[in-house]
């Protein structure tokens, strides 16, 4: 339904959300784990969270998306989930031959109090994890935290279940990167690739959601991490960790399981971001910049420069994920326009201050709210409105009603492609996001133009 009904006035809510910027925490682990090579995600709880989980991530990014369930019935959901785990973790393995189950919890099973570190214990007594076969878990309760935290739990459970230290630190670097799309994960590879560092990333889900056409179908696609790296990511000479939400918890675990020093950054979103993720990889790795980075760098503030009376003075309101949206505010800061409302539906009090912190000069009121919902921004918006909308695609109800341009951004992107194979991280992300702020704006210029001031030039 259309939000034209939504009141101007704003009321004080404690117990309803009204559309949620936010999914729910197995969605976010299900990602995490289809970027392991040879691993089946596996939900834990009913038939109905696992569908709704594997068609939000295959609507997304167009691609299929497989994993297992546990299949909870009444039965289960009164006396415990072991008995459906054991026999999907023997049924597994002997149908789809996954070198990793990674187990997800649901609402559910997290209810009944399922202990799964026993239940794979008990499965491997029973000799139903075959010989160099795995299986990880994490627990991804959903009325707590997002897809965010689900991600994150399952990122540290990889760190849990394989990093081991060796004895002595490799010439090598440990990549976290957050959760973002395919194409941002091999941007962040490329990058670390033109600086000559050598480097695990995980998770990986590039080539795993954004693979090419073949005309062959692989249950387990050419990409993800491997389990061997993900061993061998416990004696790295360090770990930069993307986003602080969806990767500190795992680089803080490397850490302190395998004593790997972390550094843990912001999404390399927008001009400083990235030069801080580059600075940092040169620092620890000891290296130089080449050239080539420094021409892309130049490209991305050539179009800062250039068009920067187009985006002065632009009002933006975003929803989307904490670690995005920090890094995406700068941005906009950084080039002049005014971030002035600001969602995400993630909880969390650091996510407001560092929002404050970094609209402070801001020459505009700045509404910004964790744990909130579409609704309020909508709200927000009516008191006060912008010139473009910034996130995902729910968003586009509120850009209909209130006839404002939309970027897509973040997740879900549920009406169009391009998400998973064109990235916004990186100086050539920037780029893109601009191009996509500029097309945004410049079409509704364009659109409502007077005849006689209808440029062909801008
Ligand atoms: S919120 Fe809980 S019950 Fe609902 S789909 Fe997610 S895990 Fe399942």
């Not at 039965?75 to 597994?92: K, Y």
């Not at 020459?363 to 910034?390: E, R, T, Y």
């Not at 404002?404 to 549920?414: A, E, N, Q, S, W």
Request: overall charge negative.
């Amino acid at each position: 339904m259309l939000l034209r009904h939504t009141p101007k006035e704003i009321t004080e809510r404690t117990a309803l959300n009204i559309n949620p910027a936010k999914t729910c925490q197995p969605i976010g682990a299900m990602y995490a784990a289809l970027g392991i090579h040879n691993c089946l995600p596996h939900s834990h709880g009913s038939q109905g969270c696992y569908a709704y989980h594997r068609s939000a991530l295959t609507r997304h990014f167009k691609e299929p998306v497989m994993a297992g369930t546990s299949a909870f019935t009444e039965g289960a959901s009164v006396f415990g989930g072991q008995a459906n785990l054991l026999q999907a973790i023997n049924n597994i393995f002997t149908i789809y031959e996954p070198e990793v189950i990674a187990v997800h919890t649901t609402c559910l099973s997290e209810t009944i109090g399922d202990d799964i570190p026993q239940i794979i214990a008990k499965a491997r007594d029973e000799g139903k994890i075959p010989p160099g076969r795995y299986v990880i878990h994490a627990n991804t309760p959903s009325y707590v935290g997002s897809h965010v935290t689900g991600f994150a739990n399952m990122v540290k459970g990889m760190v849990d279940y394989f990093a081991t230290a060796n004895g002595h630190k490799e010439n090598r670097i440990n990549l976290i990167p957050g959760y973002v799309e395919p194409s941002d994960m091999e941007e962040i590879k490329r990058l670390a690739g033109e600086l000559g560092v050598s480097t695990i990333m995980f998770p990986d889900t590039s080539n795993v959601l954004n693979g090419p056409q073949t005309g062959k179908y692989h249950m387990y696609p050419t990409g993800g991490v491997t389990v061997a790296d993900l061993i061998l990511a416990g004696s790295s000479q360090g770990t930069v960790a993307l986003g602080p939400l969806a990767s500190g918890p795992a680089a803080r675990a490397l850490d302190t399981k395998c004593k790997v020093p972390c550094e843990i950054l912001n999404l390399p979103i927008g001009l400083m971001a990235t030069d801080t993720f580059i600075d940092t990889l040169r620092r620890i790795a000891g290296v130089t910049v080449p050239d080539s980075l420094n021409i892309e760098r130049g490209r991305l503030l050539d179009v800062i420069t250039d068009m920067h009376q187009y985006f002065f003075g632009r009002k933006v309101a975003l929803a989307g994920d904490p670690d995005q949206l920090i890094s995406l505010t700068e941005f906009l800061v950084s080039i002049d326009m005014w971030p002035i409302h600001i969602v995400t539906g993630t909880p969390g009090k650091k996510f407001e201050a560092r929002i404050k912190e970094i609209t402070k000069d801001v020459p505009h009121p700045v509404n910004v709210k964790a744990a909130g919902d579409m609704f309020l921004l909508h709200q927000w918006i009516k008191n006060d409105p912008v010139d473009l909308l910034m996130g995902n695609t729910y968003m586009k109800y509120i850009a209909r009603d209130e006839d404002i341009p939309l970027v897509r951004f973040g997740f879900p992107i549920l009406d169009r492609v391009g998400h998973s194979y064109f990235p916004t991280v990186g100086y050539r992300g920037g780029l893109r996001l601009l191009e996509k702020i500029l097309d945004a704006l410049l079409d509704r210029q364009d659109r409502d133009a007077l005849e006689e001031s209808f440029e062909l030039v801008m």
